[in-house]
């Protein structure tokens, strides 16, 4: 009933906080500052919660990866399909990142610099990878590419092969991994406006030279960052291209993949030390967006 | 160079931003174009820059059709609103850039594009800051280095959007009158657009006064202040007093009673009568063509208004009077106005 008391005479304010003003009465300490024993416990929860559930994962890839000694882990890297799961996954991530990376320049360009009918639904559809699921998204790919799908028969008198094969598996993570790059460009270059490129025009450049001179760099470091992002999630897309590989050993199996046939398998040693690439892939990721987020804060330059 | 602007109209969808302008900018002159937002002053600019192409009429650069031209081969100096200057880009390589876009015979070598960069550098001033970068300047810094960009091509015409409406003002003061001075020592006819009038007057050779996508008077300051064209400038340069009455047989009423005033051949009907505050008068209510009540006195600084309801043909008509030094003027109290100088035009115009 009190704390009730608390909330209503504070007018909505979060209750640690009106808590805090009724304290000040008492105790005379600045009014934001939470008593010693809540701050300390919030925090412990808080990094106990992170330890637990990011932290300790983490540790147990590297531990499980090396369990059976250094021979054992380089052992499992280099074997003939693990290396075959490695190769595909950069040939895959290479792929789809040029692939998006082009895109999500010309859409965010289009959209930020450009009216034209249709916008809204465009800038709608750059968000759908985000809420389908990635299963959906590789079933869409085998029923339109698929054996029964709907050209089949146009594919097999061509003798192309889209599902079960590389070019499935790059359609399927570039859907999925479709909206970082313009997500992360779109708001930028709309705050950015287009008077720059006017100026840039005005002063005599030509529209290839405004681009590279003027656009680009202005969006550099939002657009490294939509790569990293997009590359990050090409490289452990596990859903959609699970749908589209087939699981063919050394030749359609992703590094996720892999690690998923190993871990069926009870090869567990091996299934970790694939991982424990992925998470490293991870922590690198982890440690580029930070730098590049520092960048951005800095924004101007 | 002069500018000849024939019958330009420019429609956004349904929206006239330009209907039917006609205007011409001497060579060597600095024009202001002046007028509230929405007027179509700034569309009008980008017009002549080539960065907005009009529906219908024509746009000529010494005669010849410029048009044809996209604004890249115009040659114009164009100062944005808030500068657009190249935030990755020192102050330097924002003023090189357009000399180093130049391809084929135009190019320059680094050498004569460094010397020219600073010759315009000290020309605006800022010498100093070649280094630094657009984020860490000031806006008169900013306003300075966009000068310097624009100038940079050698432009013929230079073409200013409301140069000055970010500033502070004090530091707008200031650059007005360096700008002014800038614009005298270079071959330059230059166009500025301002909301701002002190500025236009103060500023600019002619200023064309627009509204509503048309040119209401083009004139020098003296004229479009003293002499407005249309109640539409009258209104909008300077403060203006508005006296309601109606013009009947060629004498001006309010109500039923004869104003004494004259009527300035405007046809009969619904009138506004005009007046700068310093050419009315307060007098006896007994002998002056307009009398009323002293709503409420202000003063902010030197001046003092009184707000005063005069009876209007529909209901009472409030007009803000100014009072002179060494009145005292008391709420409640009857006050006649006197028109010394003033203007008539019909109701119906704008």
């Given amino acids: 009933m009190s704390a009730l008391d608390h909330v209503a005479a504070s007018e909505g304010m979060p209750s640690a906080l009106a808590q805090s003003r009724a304290y000040t009465g008492h105790g005379g300490r600045p009014v934001r500052t939470e008593p010693r024993w809540v701050r300390i416990t919030l925090t412990a929860i808080a990094l106990a919660f992170l330890f637990l559930f990011i932290g300790l994962p983490l540790v147990t890839v590297f531990y499980e990866a090396f369990r059976r000694g250094w021979a054992a882990y380089v052992a499992a890297l280099v074997e003939p399909d693990a290396l075959a799961s490695i190769r595909l996954t950069l040939i895959v991530a290479a792929i789809s990142v040029t692939a998006n990376l082009l895109f999500g320049l010309v859409a965010a360009w289009s959209i930020a610099k450009f009216e034209f009918p249709g916008k809204s639904l465009l800038i709608t559809l750059i968000d759908l990878p985000f809420s389908v699921s990635p299963v959906v998204a590789g079933l869409v790919y085998v029923l339109l590419f698929g054996a029964q799908g709907l050209f089949a028969a146009e594919l097999a008198a061509w003798d192309i092969k889209i599902i079960f094969a590389l070019p499935g598996i790059v359609l399927a993570t570039i859907f999925v991994t479709f909206p970082f790059v313009a997500r992360e460009l779109i708001p930028l270059m709309q705050e950015q406006g287009t008077s720059e490129e006017e100026a840039a025009i005005s002063l005599g450049a030509s529209g290839l030279s405004t681009f590279f001179r003027v656009t680009l760099p202005n969006v550099k470091w939002a657009l490294l960052y939509g790569v990293l992002l997009c590359n990050a999630r090409a490289m452990g897309e596990f859903g959609a291209v699970s749908v589209v590989s087939g699981h063919v050993r050394g030749l359609t199996n992703t590094m996720p993949l892999h690690i998923e046939i190993l871990y069926n398998e009870y090869q567990f040693v091996a299934s970790f030390a694939v991982a424990s690439l992925l998470a490293l892939l991870a922590l690198v990721t982890l440690i580029a967006k930070t730098i590049l987020e520092h960048r951005l804060a800095e924004g101007d330059r | ?350």
């Fill in chain 2, 1 to 350: 160079m002069t500018i000849d602007v024939v019958g330009v109209t420019k429609r956004f969808k349904t929206f006239a931003a330009l209907d039917n302008v006609s205007l011409t900018i001497r060579s060597g002159e600095l024009v202001a174009l002046l007028g509230p937002s929405g007027s179509g002053k700034t569309t009008l600019l980008r017009i002549i820059a080539g960065l907005e192409w009009p529906d219908t009429g024509e746009v000529r650069f010494d005669g010849e059709d410029a048009l044809s031209r996209s604004v890249r081969e115009r040659n114009v100096g164009f100062v944005f609103q808030h500068y657009a200057l190249f935030r990755h880009m020192n102050v330097f390589e924002n003023v090189a850039f357009g000399l180093r876009v130049r391809r084929g015979a135009d190019k320059l070598p680094e050498a004569a594009i460094r010397e020219k960069v600073n010759e315009l550098l000290s020309l605006v001033q800022i010498d100093w800051l070649a280094e630094r970068y657009p984020s860490q300047l000031s806006g008169g810094q900013r306003q300075r280095v966009a000068l310097a960009r624009a100038l940079a091509i050698s432009p013929r015409v230079l073409l200013l959007d409301e140069p000055f409406g970010a500033l502070d003002a004090k530091v707008r003061k200031e650059l007005r009158r360096w700008l002014r001075h800038l614009h005298e020592e270079l071959p330059v006819t230059s166009v500025l657009v301002t909301h701002d009038q002190e500025e236009a007057l103060e500023l600019a050779d002619r200023v064309v006064v627009m509204g509503h996508g048309r040119i209401e008077q083009v004139g020098s300051p003296a004229e479009v202040y003293d002499n407005p064209a249309t109640a539409f400038v009258h209104d909008f340069i300077g403060e203006t007093i508005a006296l309601p009455g109606e013009v009947r047989g060629g004498a001006l009423y309010l109500g039923t009673r004869a104003l004494g005033l004259d009527s300035q051949g405007v046809a009969d009907g619904p009138a506004r009568i005009l007046a700068r505050p310093h050419d009315v008068d307060l007098a006896d209510p007994a002998a002056t063509p307009f009398a009323g009540k002293v709503l409420a006195v202000r003063t902010f600084g030197p001046t003092r208004r009184a707000d005063v309801a005069l009876s209007g043909s529909s209901g009472p008509v409030i007009v803000e009077a100014a009072v002179p030094h060494g009145q005292t003027l008391e709420p409640g109290t009857e006050v006649g106005l006197m028109p010394r100088r003033y203007k008539v035009f019909p109701q119906a115009s704008h």
